[in-house]
DNA sequence: AAAGTTTGTGCAACTGAGTTGCAAAGTTAT
DNA sequence: ATAACTTTGCAACTCAGTTGCACAAACTTT
């Protein structure tokens, strides 16, 4: 029972069960986003449909976002601290094209997207793809 | 046996059968993109596998790019005339999340992105959600 | 035009991600 | 401690996508 962990998911307002400690260890050991899937085979025997609903449950109290990067699968990572996974905390995610690993670029701004005049904008999701730089050395 | 489909198949190197045509009118009479579930349901009885092969091909030779806009399934549409789908052709997607209609914005040019400097750019993916100016009416 | 080769189609079966119902186990409140 | 609610584990299922295989259709060569 890591009192840090403890805290975190408290002050999002989830009950911190050993389930829900184990999947938020793993999301901090990872900088980049996990899937379901991968998420998976992190544990010896895990049930398929507990950590699927532990995934929804962070995400529905905004401890981390999902990812639709085109692999088929969705991916999840942290929100940062002051991220309310709203419009303006939009940011760019990158897809490395060699290793498949899934990176959020904080740092890098959403540009401003002119929709025509009659459609009304509510989010944006914008994945780039190519090597990482891992992947380049 | 239209003429014009006929035309349009051969110049992208597409052997022009009957299903092909089919599944050509469809995309041209659809002015957004279509999911392979829903191009089935076009069709009395087509064959899933054929469909599906049917996509590949047209996107292998360039003739329809896909879209990968969250949804679940993955959406198919008419390339334009010099649309090559480079990178230099990238456009925007729009989704609207009342009707699930996806459109290709053409007119909109993707902003430039810069990316950390270790990492190479190869695509771009750019998915906007919102209200479309038919289900905002 | 017939024979042989290549390409396309239809059917069935399967994979893999995601999702749900339900009962047992765990947690919280009274 | 009991009752009420929440979480977990298992099984079963959906749905998109994909593949193998045999038959059909279309091209090629002679």
């Given amino acids: 029972m890591n009192p840090e ?11 911190p069960t ?18 379901l899937p991968e ?11 507990t950590l699927y609903r532990t995934l929804k449950t962070f995400e529905e109290k905004r401890l981390i976002h999902h990812i639709e990067d085109g692999t088929g699968a969705v991916k ?5 601290e002051k991220c309310n996974c709203h419009l303006e905390d939009l940011h ?14 904080d740092e890098i701004q959403i540009p401003d997207i002119k ?5 009304l ?3 944006v999701n914008l ?9 380049k050395k």
């Fill in 5 to 15: 962990l403890d805290k975190k998911l408290k002050s999002k307002n989830i009950r």
């Fill in 18 to 35: 050993a389930m829900r400690q184990l999947v938020l260890q793993v999301l901090i050991d990872q900088n980049t986003a996990i899937s």
């Fill in 39 to 49: 998420l998976e085979q992190k544990f010896e025997k895990a049930d398929k449909a």
């Fill in 76 to 80: 999840y990572a942290l929100c940062h």
């Fill in 92 to 105: 760019v995610h990158f897809l490395c094209t060699k290793c498949n690993q899934t990176y959020c670029l």
């Fill in 115 to 119: 929709l025509p005049s009659d459609f």
């Fill in 121 to 123: 904008l509510e989010s």
């Fill in 127 to 135: 994945v780039v793809k190519g090597i990482c730089s891992n992947c």
